[in-house]
């Protein structure tokens, strides 16, 4: 099994990709003819962007589901919530709004419990601006009659899924403690 160690450096290259990704979006013809080629050779009749809704699924998969439970496993869950809100201001991403259903979701552990959730039981609708995560509760009381739904915009996505990142840097690397996160103009941090 992976340590959180490990795992975190995963999430860092899938974040390393993720702006790779954005940066080739931008470059110009020579990149976009080498990403037109390849969706032929896929038998796509059109070239789609490298930010798409998939992108942000796998990240925020790799970064809420994968590196969330590492941290669970060595018992680094309390430490990673109480870095949060702080990491969350520092990206300007605020706790959501797009709240519908019976759950209370007010804290940032509650957020991510659903977002978690509803990713790893296949709970994600994506439209071409949002995703909606769904969560029930229908194994523990209280049980929930009908499902708990959050919409994050695309960039919201991304900006927790990276906030996970860095909350979890001062923990795993207490001498490397997130001190020039600043969100840049996609919403991701530059660190």
Not at 55 to 64: I, N
Not at 150 to 163: N, Y
């Amino acid at each position: 099994m992976n340590t959180a160690k490990e795992r975190y450096h995963f999430a860092k290259l899938a974040l390393f990709n993720v702006r790779l990704m954005r940066s080739l979006q931008e470059a110009g013809p020579p990149v976009s003819e080498i990403i037109t080629r390849e969706a032929q050779t896929n038998g796509m009749q059109d070239a789609p962007s490298l930010l798409h809704q998939g992108t942000f699924l796998q990240f925020s998969y790799t970064c809420l589901v994968w590196l969330w439970e590492s941290a669970k496993i060595e018992k680094l869950e309390d430490a990673l919530l109480n870095e949060l809100p702080a990491v969350a201001a520092k990206l300007d991403l605020l706790l959501p709004k797009a709240v519908n259903g019976e759950r209370k979701v007010d804290d940032w552990k509650s957020v991510v419990r659903l977002i978690r959730n509803a990713l790893g039981h296949g709970r994600v609708e994506a439209s071409e601006t949002h995703f909606i995560f769904a969560d029930q509760n229908t194994y523990r009381k209280p049980k929930e009659l009908n499902p708990t739904y959050l919409s994050l915009t695309w960039p919201e996505t991304l900006k927790l899924s990276e906030a996970i990142i860095h909350s979890l840097t001062p923990i795993l690397w207490p001498e490397s403690a997130n001190k020039t996160i600043q969100a840049d103009a996609f919403g991701a941090a530059d660190c």
